[in-house]
């Protein structure tokens, strides 16, 4: 596989993240991960503390796709893909618009994430997530 080539699939993969949160599919948000790399780690913005192993990550998605009624807007913005051997990582970030259950007026937050991926024999796979807020943008 060539460097383009390997860069376009972590490229399909980031892009699969955000259609899984504009779509609510915790399938489609769990496929990118690799679900057997025993020292995997997610840290969202609203948690003080990293979701570790695989059992919390994928709670998590399935908890999420519960939350929300809809999503409005799902938007990735500034991709930057580095290539490191068996290993990559990929900056972006992200503003997010949905709709919660119950709660009165959209819920907004935007972002910049960083995910760690490695190449496995089905291709590259997010095996760390840290996102953090964007300071005076919530």
Known sequence: MSSGDDHRAIE???NDYA???RSL???LLTRIWDKGYRD???TPI???EPLRGWPAIAAYYQRLTTLFSRVLLMQIGDLDIDLLGDTAYAFFTFR???EMHGEPGPFQTQG???VLFRRTGAGWRGIHYHESARPGRH
């Open 12 to 14: 399909g993969l980031i």
């Open 19 to 21: 259609e899984g949160f």
């Open 25 to 27: 599919d915790a399938a």
């Open 40 to 42: 995997i780690i997610y």
């Open 46 to 48: 609203e948690h003080a």
């Open 96 to 98: 997010f618009v949905g």
């Open 112 to 114: 910049r994430n960083t």
